[in-house]
């Protein structure tokens, strides 16, 4: 058995069925196979929900809670990338039982001894480059290519507003390349297990989801609502491009994403609601004063104490704790505009269960759709309005919102895959999937259970 898994960062499960006969591909799997949902975790962030599907366990498990973290015991703040991981990867597991690995873009991966090949993706240190060197050169001498492309570059992303055509034909150019490169690694290497991540649908959507999703106040159909559905054209075409080199008679598919999205219309600065409430302080050029604040936010609705023991220079007891936590969750959670409620719940890091339950924040907001942390005044303790329309965001899933409000997509197809009508996993129930299938043992520390057994027996 071999298990081929495809990617789409943040496709949705809304539009796939909304497009179903125009993806003839997904709409065969659905009829031949599953097709069905994924749950990402909390929060509903790239970098937390890959991290997840890798390594089959929460956040308290593995320790990545957000795009950034604050380091112990300061105020700094720092990105997270994959060698913050604290748990062995998917791809580690197997090739330490002899199993031959290729993984090509995954968010979060990076650089690793494998029984196999990587090309580590977004957030990886060493990002586009083939290890180990054998796979480097083949593709320089196929594609004259050192280093793998395979998302947009920051500069594109910054002027998707002034230039659209430009960001369309770059992601278009990207995702053609990735799909050769990926078609060629997948004929020229042996595997067991192979995997590849298009970033595609995620960065068009952060942007485009008002011209796609007729729930988004702000609606509008025109060119761009053409564009995103030509896109998911393009992605059901290479699935049926992948599905046509391997044999199913052998190989267990899995197609999926980490997440989905919602609408965005508007962006709170939850410094400046916390500030009205006095629990953040004012510092200089009109930023919060993490130091001495109670509590301060971050860029993705992350909330932190300022905790005597904990923080160098904390303002509340221990015994304080409980009580500050629940009066800042009142607050939020009781915020409205035009009678519509902001905030759907405040929870605490008790999702969680772990090691590294001590790395996360205090608070996590969870936001209706239509709102989200603002991130480009994120530090921002005062302001005309603490809510602002978003002029940058039409889509999102990551500021933070509910996991059940932006499940992603995942198919099934093999030949002893049938058909289920409704199947919702969990994204760390996928590695312990995998492994099943490879007839590799699950450790006992995973969190996922597996959702096929090597018959026709599916957890739905």
Same mark, same amino acid.
């Given at each position: +058995? ?55 366990? #929460? ?48 968010? +979060? ?5 494998? #029984? ?34 395979? %998302? ?42 192979? +995997? ?74 939850? #410094? ?77 890091? %008790? ?105 026709? #027996?599916?957890?739905?």
């Amino acid at each position: +058995m071999k298990v081929l898994v495809i990617g789409s960062d943040g496709m949705s499960p809304i539009l796939v069925e909304k497009w179903m006969e125009k993806l003839p591909t997904l709409r065969k799997i659905k009829k031949e196979g599953i097709l069905g949902k994924t749950i990402p975790p909390i929060p509903a962030q790239t970098p937390v929900a890959w991290t997840t599907f890798m390594t089959g366990v #929460n956040p308290g498990k593995h320790g990545i809670f957000s795009f950034t973290t604050r380091k112990i015991g300061t105020y700094k703040r720092k990105i997270n990338t994959p060698d913050k991981i604290k748990t062995k990867t998917l791809w580690k597991i197997l090739s330490e039982h002899g199993k031959r690995v290729g993984v090509i873009n995954v968010p +979060m991966s990076k650089t690793e001894n494998l #029984n196999g090949f990587i090309i580590p993706g977004f957030l990886a240190k060493r990002e586009g480059i083939p290890y180990p060197s054998r796979v480097r050169e083949k593709l320089q001498k196929k594609f004259g290519i050192k280093r793998f492309i395979g %998302d947009v570059e920051v500069e594109i992303l910054q002027r998707v507003k002034e230039e659209p055509d430009k960001f369309f034909e770059r992601v278009n150019e990207i995702t053609d390349m990735q799909r050769d490169i990926s078609l060629f690694l997948l004929e020229e290497e042996k595997w067991d297990f192979f +995997m590849t991540v298009f970033m595609g649908t995620d960065r068009i959507q952060h942007f485009f989801w008002k011209n796609v999703d007729e729930n988004h106040p702000e609606y509008e159909r025109n060119e761009f609502t053409f564009k995103v559905e030509k896109y998911y054209k393009k992605m059901d075409k290479i699935i049926s491009g992948f599905l046509k080199n391997i044999d199913l008679e052998e190989t267990l598919f899995i197609f999926l994403s980490d997440h989905g999205f919602c609408p965005v219309h508007s962006e709170v600065l939850v #410094n400046c609601l916390l500030h009205k409430q006095g629990f953040a302080k004012g510092g200089a050029e009109g930023n919060v004063d993490d130091k001495n604040s109670i509590a301060v936010a971050y860029e993705y609705g992350d909330i932190w104490l300022n905790l005597e023991g904990r923080e160098p220079n904390g303002k509340i007891q221990v015994k304080e704790y409980n009580n500050v936590v629940q009066k800042i969750k009142e607050y939020l959670e009781k915020i409205e505009v035009d009678g519509q409620k902001v905030v759907k719940r405040v929870v605490t890091r %008790d999702v969680y269960w772990g090691p590294y339950v001590d790395e996360a924040p205090d608070l996590i907001v969870f936001f209706n759709p239509g709102w989200q942390a603002s991130r480009s005044k994120a530090k921002k303790y005062k302001d005309e309005k603490c809510i602002i329309r978003s002029e940058k965001w039409s889509g999102g899933h990551d500021g933070t919102h509910d996991p059940k409000d932006v499940p992603g997509i995942l198919a099934l197809l093999g030949s002893n895959v049938s058909s289920v009508l409704k199947i919702e996993v969990n994204l760390y129930d996928l590695a312990p999937t995998v492994l099943k299938a490879l007839e590799v043992s699950v450790p006992s520390y995973i969190d996922g259970k597996p959702i096929w057994h090597g018959d026709t #027996n599916f957890t739905t």
